[in-house]
């Protein structure tokens, strides 16, 4: 096979394989083959990996931060020059055209090594200067062992996302991909050690969710990141209280995306093909929930229609292809259920609507209107390629119906109205906000959500503080005073 690994985990700077593990088939999604066989991870490799990981935190955070962000940069240099060859074993792993993954996945990764890497030798505490002379300074401190979970939308990029901040400051961390897409990550790992990370630093092991939760629940784990759904984030917060860790949570949304009539129909005709199609409209952060002033609906319908008609479906190694397969078959057979849904409670189907007859798991580009705020899939996130259009008619009513849902992940407005669009953000009740733009997600800001969809921020200096925590030094120039 080949995108076979050499075996299925990475720890302590080589392959490892236990084949007591359960198996776990690789799948390419465009086809239904087999590209990869690996094992799911046994107690004793996680032991292996957390101890490893364990082990080499102690020389990882004494060298200095220039010699740490130094690996990391020519960790994301390795990426850039076999972005290529990354991008295929991506198509292959999440089924994500060869379009998309050249530009946005180990090259987002890079970014984040890039990034982070630049940022290691700048993190330091302050002196705070006391009365009398006294002072206090604070030392910007590694938190130990990460432990790093990931969902399979975007594998590459997640690794290095919780990778990359984690060891700029001083971490180590044992990464577990989703069992979906569990090929990438490794490539990630094998950099790390070629870029010059010492063995134990960024392991990688296998596995279903049990894997993720006895790592989650492991006392020597400082830190957990997970990226998943509202459901799963909510059994690993728990886990991690327990035992008091620290947390980042990216979960799920389902993002209002509002449009007046004074926009730019064919930009906000763009932000909504981008907000609900790309991968496959796999996105967390996707803007699901359009909500189209009256006056402009039929024509930004129209539009959307003619524009989706342009897709290139098809095998996602064309580069030409613009729109390939799920995920897997369970993810298509939930959005074709929600697709239902939309059908049967009444909701107007104005595009698409079908799974695709081929091989692989693909399912149209699909636009509903008239879907009203109460409907199973204006609710629910349904993580594939359905977009909801709901009507609304003032300023007002769109933004209590926008911010109506337990998730706060994003949220954007078109408008060509400078005070509405600020006025706007500033009500949405989302972590991540968008004007007359939508799903840019650069290095340099923060990301994450509010309400249900997480807790804590990725990317930008914020994620620092995720994961490192600041000791306070207390000095004395003077003679300590007691009262007897
Ligand atoms: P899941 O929540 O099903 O799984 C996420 C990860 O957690 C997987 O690696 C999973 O392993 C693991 N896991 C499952 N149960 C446990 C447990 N009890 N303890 C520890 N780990 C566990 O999400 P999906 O993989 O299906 O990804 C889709 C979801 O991710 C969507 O809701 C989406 O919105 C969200 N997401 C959020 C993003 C963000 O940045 N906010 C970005 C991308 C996706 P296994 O797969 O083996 O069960």
């Known amino acids: 096979m080949k995108f076979q690994p050499r075996a299925s985990h990475f720890i302590d700077g080589e392959y490892v394989e236990d084949t007591n593990g359960a198996a776990i088939e690789v799948i390419y999604p465009a086809t239904g083959e087999v590209i990869a066989r690996l094992h799911s991870a046994t107690p004793a490799i996680v032991e292996q990996a957390l101890n490893s990981a364990k082990n080499a935190q102690a020389a990882w955070v004494a060298l200095s931060g220039t010699e740490r962000g130094r690996i990391l940069r020519r960790a994301s240099d390795i990426m850039r020059e076999r972005n290529y060859d990354l991008s ?38 302050e002196h705070i200067p006391l009365g009398g002379g006294d002072f206090v300074y604070t030392i910007c401190e590694a938190l130990g062992v990460c432990v790093g979970i990931g969902a399979w939308n975007y594998p590459t990029q997640i690794a290095c996302w919780k990778g990359a901040p984690a060891l700029a400051c001083g971490n180590t961390m044992v990464f577990k991909p989703s069992e979906t897409t569990p090929l990438s990550a490794l490539k990630v790992a094998e950099i790390l050690v070629e870029a010059g990370a010492p063995k134990g630093v960024y392991n990688v092991i296998q596995g279903y969710g049990d894997v993720g939760a006895s790592l989650v629940s492991d006392p020597r784990v400082a830190k957990v990141s997970l990226t998943g759904s509202v459901p799963t984030g909510r059994k690993v917060y728990a886990a991690a209280a327990d035992g008091m860790k620290h947390v980042t949570m990216e979960l799920g949304g389902k993002s209002p995306m509002i449009v007046f009539d004074d926009a730019d129909i064919e930009n906000a005709v763009s932000g909504a093909i981008l907000g609900n199609f790309y991968s496959s409209g796999q996105v967390c952060s996707n803007g699901t929930r359009v909500f189209v002033q009256k006056g402009i609906k039929e024509a930004f319908l129209k539009r959307l229609s003619e524009r989706l008609a342009h897709a290139k479906i098809g095998d996602p190694m064309d580069e030409d292809v613009s729109f390939g397969p799920m995920v897997s078959e369970n993810q298509m057979n939930i959005a074709l259920g929600y697709i239902e849904k939309g059908k049967a409670e009444g909701a107007r189907l104005v595009y698409g609507g079908e799974r695709i007859e081929r091989d692989g798991y693909f399912v149209q580009p699909t636009v509903f209107a008239d879907v009203t705020d109460n409907m199973t899939i204006a609710r629910e996130e349904i993580f594939g390629p359905v977009m909801s259009v709901l009507d609304f008619e003032t300023e007002e009513e769109v933004m209590a119906r926008a911010n109506d849902t337990e998730f706060g992940l994003a949220a954007g407005v078109f408008t060509n109205d400078l005070t509405r669009a600020h006025r706007i953000v500033a009500g949405f009740e989302a972590g991540t906000c968008y004007i007359n733009t939508y799903n840019l997600a650069p290095v340099e800001a923060p990301f994450g959500g509010s309400k249900m969809s997480g807790v804590g921020r990725e990317n930008s200096k914020l994620a620092i503080n995720h994961f490192s925590e600041m000791k306070t030094v207390y000095v004395s120039m003077n003679d300590v005073e007691a009262p007897y």
């Open 88 to 125: 295929v074993l991506e198509t292959h792993d999440t089924g994500k055209p060869i379009q998309e993954t050249t530009v946005a996945d180990a090259t987002s990764g890079a970014d984040a090594l890039e990034y982070f890497g630049g940022l290691a030798a700048s993190l330091t505490g």
